[in-house]
């Protein structure tokens, strides 16, 4: 797993943490590597005999988008998994990564600080990834449930995304996921 800020002192901050909690006996004992640097230039080649797993968080779906087309073009040929946690432009992120033909391994929705986001567990090549589905333009394992909260965090999130488009300047782009969230919508209610 690798960690990457292009902060000195976050780096840092995480790289004592991960030793305090995950120590390392030798190198090869390592699970994880920080790096300090531009996500677009995380060393992935340095590992080609590694599976990699890359955890974007916390920036929007456009950065996102961008960080994993940058690094998916600059490792052909590396089996890179990524796990994301964009905070907003969602529906712009799924259809590119569609377009790019990744598969969906896992995703889910994720409640913290009154906040909800989408995280997930996305493959292009590797995992057999013939198994997973390809990824839905507005979500469907985030829609099925399997506790009441679940289903709250599901239809709160339903509700906050309807708002959303529905604030949005009308237009044909808006009218079509507004439609699809609200059949969502009805279907958790039911």
């Known amino acids: 797993m690798h960690f990457v800020d292009i902060v000195p002192d976050i780096i840092e901050s995480l790289q004592n943490?991960?030793?305090?909690?995950?120590?390392?006996?030798?190198?090869?004992?390592r699970h994880w590597?920080?790096?300090?640097?531009?996500?677009?230039?995380?060393?992935?080649k340095?590992?080609?005999?590694?599976?990699?797993l890359v955890v974007i968080a916390g920036v929007g779906g456009d950065l996102t988008?961008?960080?994993?087309?940058?690094?998916?073009?600059?490792?052909?040929?590396?089996?890179?998994?990524?796990?994301?946690c964009p905070v907003r432009h969602l529906l712009e992120l799924r259809t590119r990564l569609a377009e790019l033909e990744f598969k969906m391994v896992k995703e889910s929705l994720v409640e913290e600080n009154r906040r909800i986001y989408e995280v997930m567990?996305?493959?292009?090549?590797?995992?057999?990834t013939s198994d997973y589905p390809a990824i839905s333009h507005i979500g469907e394992q985030i829609w099925h449930y399997d506790s009441e909260e679940e289903k709250r965090?599901?239809?709160?999130?339903?509700?906050?995304?309807i708002k959303y488009y529905e604030n949005k300047n009308k237009s044909a782009q808006a009218d079509e996921p507004l439609k699809h969230f609200k059949q969502i919508k009805t279907r958790l209610c039911s």
């Open 153 to 161: 965090i599901a239809l709160r999130y339903a509700n906050q995304t």
């Open 33 to 44: 590597t920080t790096h300090c640097t531009d996500t677009k230039q995380l060393p992935l």
């Open 65 to 84: 988008t961008e960080l994993v087309e940058q690094l998916t073009q600059a490792n052909k040929g590396l089996s890179i998994d990524f796990l994301l």
């Open 121 to 128: 567990l996305i493959s292009q090549s590797g995992r057999h």
């Open 17 to 29: 943490t991960l030793e305090k909690h995950f120590p390392i006996n030798d190198r090869s004992d």
């Open 46 to 52: 340095n590992y080609a005999d590694q599976r990699h």
